[in-house]
């Protein structure tokens, strides 16, 4: 009797650590939309019978979650989106922008930002980062909450469907410099997006000062002491050397943009160049920090990207100089 009592000991203890060591906390599956504020947004209220506006039908499609996951001994929260047809998916980060609840991912974003990647086929998952969306921890704009987005490959393998030989990341504005710092960091990444992404810290703060002391100066560990360095940190422009060479960064920039000039993409693509980093910028004219008058390009071209090189395995261009 003691021997069977002692095995069951050892079985329940290493469930117990078997379960510790998940880093996905909860997955709930959003069903009911109508509790939702987006939810007049998406269905035709023409039509006498609830349904989908014809651009929103993939909803369908696809599987919104929220997510809560482990990151340093935080509990972070976020959204998944997959398809629901089974099947082994490339995957794709997103990193989102803004600070605190400026820019806090919404159901909305579940459903559209996440879902219309979902839709062609891939498992896509953000993060709200510490502090944030309920998060635990103290967001650091770009200091130890990158640990939450470099964590997230170990998250997608306890999800179903999720291949995560195949990721790439896409981030817009400030989640344009989480997604710099973190390819620096990580080496399973196949392909990354930037939109509006923020490369120069110093160059922010001079042509929006407000920046530096409502957002740098409150989020930023010891800002006042080490300006220089956690700035340095935070401006890709700074160390574009320490790109890894194989991963493809697709660029995208609206010339009209005023919360982050289009210099700072321009210029870090010259160091690119120096630095023989394979990308493709595409500076669009007339287009405010979101891009919003061309919208419809732009979600063509980030599919485009990550198809190449994420659904179709397609080889890295030839970065030395060659031709006739």
Same mark, same amino acid.
């Given at each position: 009797?003691?021997?069977? %009592?002692?095995?069951?000991?050892?079985?329940?203890?290493?469930?117990?650590?078997?379960?510790? $060591?998940?880093?996905?906390?909860?997955?709930?599956?959003?069903?009911?939309?109508?509790?939702?504020?987006? *939810?007049?947004? @998406?269905?035709?209220?023409?039509?006498?019978?609830?349904?989908?506006?014809?651009?929103?039908?993939?909803?369908?499609?696809?599987?919104?979650? $929220?997510?809560?996951?482990?990151?340093?001994?935080?509990?972070?929260?976020?959204?998944?989106?997959?398809?629901?047809?089974?099947?082994?998916?490339?995957?794709?980060?997103?990193?989102?922008?803004?600070?605190?609840?400026?820019?806090?991912?919404?159901?909305?974003?579940?459903?559209?930002?996440?879902?219309?990647?979902?839709?062609?086929?891939?498992?896509?998952?953000?993060?709200? *980062?510490?502090?944030?969306?309920?998060?635990?921890?103290?967001?650091?704009?770009?200091?130890?909450?990158?640990?939450?987005?470099?964590?997230?490959?170990?998250?997608?393998?306890?999800?179903?469907?999720?291949?995560?030989? #195949?990721?790439?990341?896409?981030?817009? $504005? #400030?989640?344009?410099?989480?997604?710099?710092?973190?390819?620096?960091?990580?080496?399973?990444?196949?392909?990354?997006?930037?939109?509006?992404?923020?490369?120069?810290?110093?160059?922010?703060?001079?042509?929006?000062?407000?920046?530096?002391?409502?957002?740098?100066?409150?989020?930023?560990?010891?800002?006042?002491?080490?300006?220089?360095?956690?700035?340095?940190?935070? $401006?890709?422009?700074?160390?574009?050397?320490?790109?890894?060479?194989?991963?493809?960064? %697709?660029?995208?920039?609206?010339?009209?943009?005023? #919360?982050?000039?289009?210099?700072?993409?321009?210029?870090?693509?010259?160091?690119?160049?120096?630095?023989?980093?394979?990308?493709?910028?595409?500076?669009?004219?007339?287009?405010?920090?979101?891009?919003?008058?061309?919208?419809?390009?732009?979600?063509?071209?980030?599919?485009?990207?990550?198809?190449? *090189? @994420?659904?179709?395995?397609?080889?890295?261009?030839?970065?030395?100089?060659?031709?006739?």
């Amino acid at each position: 009797m003691k021997h069977i %009592l002692a095995i069951l000991l050892v079985l329940i203890t290493l469930t117990t650590h078997a379960q510790d $060591s998940n880093l996905l906390i909860k997955k709930e599956l959003i069903t009911d939309w109508q509790n939702y504020p987006i *939810y007049p947004h @998406l269905i035709d209220s023409s039509s006498p019978k609830k349904q989908w506006k014809p651009e929103y039908r993939y909803l369908d499609s696809i599987e919104v979650y $929220s997510i809560t996951y482990r990151s340093d001994g935080f509990k972070i929260n976020g959204f998944m989106a997959k398809p629901k047809k089974a099947g082994n998916y490339p995957c794709v980060i997103y990193n989102r922008g803004g600070n605190r609840d400026f820019g806090a991912l919404k159901i909305f974003h579940g459903a559209i930002t996440l879902g219309k990647l979902a839709k062609e086929g891939y498992v896509v998952i953000a993060s709200q *980062y510490r502090g944030n969306g309920g998060s635990e921890g103290k967001e650091e704009f770009g200091g130890k909450d990158v640990n939450d987005i470099i964590i997230l490959p170990e998250v997608l393998k306890e999800i179903q469907g999720a291949d995560t030989d #195949r990721i790439g990341m896409y981030g817009w $504005s #400030r989640g344009g410099m989480m997604t710099y710092i973190s390819l620096t960091k990580m080496d399973n990444i196949k392909a990354a997006v930037v939109g509006g992404a923020l490369s120069d810290t110093f160059s922010t703060i001079k042509d929006r000062p407000e920046m530096e002391s409502k957002v740098m100066a409150e989020l930023i560990p010891n800002y006042t002491e080490n300006k220089a360095l956690e700035l340095e940190k935070r $401006s890709a422009i700074k160390w574009a050397d320490k790109f890894p060479k194989h991963i493809p960064i %697709l660029m995208l920039h609206g010339n009209s943009d005023w #919360r982050v000039k289009p210099e700072q993409s321009l210029n870090l693509a010259l160091e690119f160049e120096k630095n023989r980093i394979p990308y493709r910028l595409i500076i669009f004219e007339g287009g405010d920090h979101g891009i919003s008058e061309h919208r419809d390009e732009v979600n063509t071209q980030v599919l485009k990207w990550f198809d190449r *090189y @994420l659904k179709n395995g397609e080889q890295l261009p030839n970065m030395e100089y060659h031709g006739r």
